[in-house]
T-cell receptor, first 114, second 114 residues
Framework: GDSVTQMEGPVTLSEEAFLTINCTYT??????LFWYVQYPGEGLQLLLK?????DKGSNKGFEATYRKETTSFHLEKGSVQVSDSAVYFC?????????????FGKGTKLSVKP | EPEVTQTPSHQVTQMGQEVILRCVPI?????FYWYRQILGQKVEFLVS????????KSEIFDDQFSVERPDGSNFTLKIRSTKLEDSAMYFC????????????FGEGSWLTVV
């Protein structure tokens, strides 16, 4: 079945460092891909999305490009801030399969130190 | 910006008791969902609901669980005879369409079964 694999955390970075969180997927259909963020004590918030191959989603300085050839959707940010400390979830929604719901990765906890 | 709202934010219940978690989805959305996140684990799909009936459910969503849209705005998750392993954050979510559409989450209801 469909699945999402994220790099294991936790990830600890200094402020202004470059961030990459790897995400790869398997899907039977043509998935849309998402990054959700969960700040401490809060719910899930959509960070960015891409609905087809080569699309780039971006928001708040974060970017991710939908790479069909490598089945990847890696999250990047050029300069992280303390306020980016959160858990980041990669997810897919499969258009071609029977599921319209989201399938999540395990989440990657990011801690940014001043 | 419209948002999904959930109540209660936190509930403590004794094992064996029934719990009802409530949600108000975004008003023009047609698909409603419940997800669950056990502490430290992956966010898991429970059920999706459309046109007053369940459209999909996971293997987690057994006879202990039920969902209902009792009026035009609320969407509820009932957990009968709660068990310790039901302790989790329960997220309600909604979307305009099911396939490939952005799913918006509430802030979650944290259920603790003691």
């Amino acid at each position: 079945g469909d699945s999402v694999t994220q790099m294991e955390g936790p990830v600890t970075l200094s402020e202004e460092a470059f961030l990459t969180i790897n995400c790869t997927y398997t899907a039977t259909g043509y998935p849309s891909l998402f990054w959700y963020v969960q700040y401490p004590g809060e719910g899930l918030q959509l960070l960015l999305k891409a609905t087809k191959a080569d699309d780039k989603g971006s928001n708040k300085g974060f970017e991710a490009t939908y790479r069909k050839e490598t089945t990847s959707f890696h999250l990047e940010k050029g300069s992280v801030q303390v306020s980016d400390s959160a858990v980041y979830f990669c997810a897919l929604s499969d258009l071609g399969g029977s599921q319209g719901n989201l399938i999540f990765g395990k989440g990657t906890k990011l801690s940014v130190k001043p | 910006e419209p948002e999904v709202t959930q109540t209660p934010s936190h509930q403590v219940t004794q094992m064996g008791q029934e719990v009802i978690l409530r949600c108000v989805p975004i008003s023009n959305h047609l698909y409603f969902y419940w997800y669950r996140q056990i502490l430290g684990q992956k966010v898991e799909f429970l059920v999706s609901f459309y046109n007053n009936e369940i459209s999909e459910k996971s293997e987690i969503f057994d006879d202990q669980f039920s969902v209902e849209r009792p009026d035009g705005s609320n969407f509820t998750l009932k957990i009968r005879s709660t068990k310790l392993e039901d302790s989790a954050m329960y997220f309600c979510a909604s979307s305009v369409r099911q396939r490939g559409n952005t799913i918006y989450f509430g802030e979650g209801s944290w259920l603790t079964v003691v």
